[in-house]
C-alpha cells in the first residue's frame, strides 16, 4: 500500500537557489494539498489543486512560490530564490474526490543555509 | 481569535495514564481531524469525526457538535504515545482537506 510519497527528505538549499519539491499521492486520489509548517509553529495550508488545476492558493506566498499538479507525474511545489525564512517542513496529502479523509505525506525538511 | 483551540499546549504524564487532550473551535465544519506527528515525522491521520465518538486501540476520539469541542482520550499511556496530537477542521465543500490546524499538544510520557 504505497501512501503519499514525498521527495527528497530533506533538502539543503542555499540562499537563493531554488527548491522543487515533489509529492506523488496515493493511488487513485486526484487532489493535493500542500501544507508548511515554520519551526515552532503550527501547520498552513498552502494550496489545493486537482490535475491541472490550482483550485485554492489562498495560501501561497504571493512571491516566489508555485505549484503544479501535471495530468501525469507528482505534484511540484516550486519556491525559487529561496531565503532562510523558507525554511519549514513541506506537507502533502492526497484526496480522493469529494473525500474528507485525510492521508499525508513524510514531508520534506527543507532548510536554507 | 483563533477558529481552533487547543489545550493542553504541553503535557507530560506517567506511563499507564489516562490522557485527555481538548480542542475547541468556532466555525462551522464538516469533520474534524486528530493526527498525530513523531518528532521529525510525518504526519499520521488517526481519526476523522463529524459526530459521535471513534475507538481504535486505546485511542478514543468523541466530538460535540453543539459545544463545538472534541476530545482525544488515550487510556494506558506508554511512552511510544509520546508525540504532538493535532485537532484540525474540514470545512467541507470543495476542498474538504484544506485543513485548519490548532498548534498541537505535545504529550510526553515517562517510563
Known amino acids: 500500500n504505497a501512501g503519499v510519497m514525498q521527495n527528497p527528505r530533506h533538502l539543503v538549499r542555499r540562499r537563493g537557489q531554488e527548491a522543487r519539491l515533489r509529492c506523488s499521492p496515493m493511488?487513485?486520489?486526484?487532489?493535493v494539498y500542500w501544507y508548511r509548517q515554520l519551526p515552532e509553529e503550527g501547520l498552513k495550508f498552502m494550496v489545493y489543486l486537482q490535475k491541472e488545476n490550482i483550485i485554492d492558493e489562498s495560501g501561497m506566498p504571493k512571491e516566489r512560490f508555485s505549484a503544479e499538479f501535471p495530468k501525469e507525474g507528482p505534484s511540484i511545489l516550486r519556491i525559487q530564490q529561496v531565503v532562510r525564512g523558507d525554511s519549514a517542513a513541506y506537507f502533502c496529502a492526497s484526496s480522493r474526490q469529494g473525500d474528507t479523509e485525510a492521508f499525508f505525506g513524510q514531508g520534506t525538511r527543507l532548510t536554507v543555509v | 481569535k483563533n477558529e481552533v483551540e487547543q489545550s493542553p499546549q504541553n503535557l507530560t504524564a506517567q506511563e499507564g495514564e489516562f490522557i485527555t487532550i481538548n480542542c475547541s473551535y468556532s466555525v462551522g465544519i464538516s469533520a474534524l481531524h486528530w493526527l498525530q506527528q513523531h518528532p521529525g515525522g510525518g504526519i499520521v491521520s488517526l481519526f476523522m469525526l463529524s459526530s459521535g465518538k471513534k475507538k481504535h486501540g486505546r485511542l478514543i476520539a468523541t466530538i460535540n457538535i453543539q459545544e463545538k469541542h472534541s476530545s482525544l482520550h488515550i487510556t494506558a499511556s506508554h511512552p511510544r504515545d509520546s508525540a504532538v496530537y493535532i485537532c484540525a477542521l474540514s470545512m467541507g465543500g470543495q476542498g474538504a482537506q484544506k485543513l485548519v490546524f490548532g498548534q498541537g499538544t505535545r504529550l510526553t510520557i515517562n517510563p
Open positions: 493511488k487513485g486520489h486526484s487532489h
